[in-house]
């Protein structure tokens, strides 16, 4: 029968770009300003956090910077 062959194992690197931290490196030079998943909660926290004295459920940031800010991350230097 034609075609009737298993195909081989895979065979898994068991070392990746996530577990060796290069992701997260390559991730920072390609694009310095990216939020975390660290960062998105920050944003969360601080966005509950001033809408509690008006009665609201939050305050969204309304600006690129403000979301950068309440992430604990600066924008980055356009390159050129």
Known sequence: MTGSASPPPIRYRTR??????RLERLIEER????????????????????????????????TYDDLLAAA????????R
């Not at 944003?43 to 956090?49: F, G, L, Q, V, Y």
């Open 16 to 21: 990746t770009l996530k577990s060796e931290g």
């Open 72 to 79: 604990g991350k600066e924008r980055a230097q356009l390159r």
């Open 31 to 62: 694009k310095p300003d990216h939020v975390t998943y660290a960062g998105w909660e920050a944003i969360d926290h601080a966005e509950r956090t001033a809408g509690e004295p008006h009665g609201r459920p939050r305050v969204k940031h309304t």
